[in-house]
């Protein structure tokens, strides 16, 4: 069976992610991750031309993005629950969302 882009892209990622979920973090990984993004989007606003600029806040993006994800930093700090995207919510978590 021939792959396309799209799945080679896909199963690169996702070795990439289970890599990173099995490491240990250094301390305040995630921290230094989100100054970095900061940094970034105000650097995208004083860029001196609209590439600059957007090349910048992609960039912004993506670390704000890494900064976010992951089990240690940002998500343990705000007590998000650990869990893989495409899991299923139990009966309880669909109610509690349901509600919300």
């Known amino acids: 069976m021939k792959t396309n882009t ?17 490491r ?3 301390a305040l990984e995630h921290h230094v991750v989100l100054a970095a993004s900061s940094a970034l989007a105000v650097a995208a606003f004083m860029a001196p031309s609209r590439g600059a600029a957007a090349v910048r806040g992609i960039g912004a993006g993506l670390l704000l993005m890494r900064a976010l994800s992951g089990s240690q930093g940002i998500r343990a700090w705000l007590n998000v ?8 919510l139990s009966p309880e978590e669909a109610r509690a969302a349901w509600y919300l």
């Open 6 to 22: 799209s799945s080679a892209v896909q199963r690169m990622a996702r070795g990439a992610i289970e890599y990173d979920d099995t």
């Open 24 to 26: 240990d973090g250094f």
């Open 81 to 88: 629950t650990d869990r893989r995207p495409g899991a299923p």
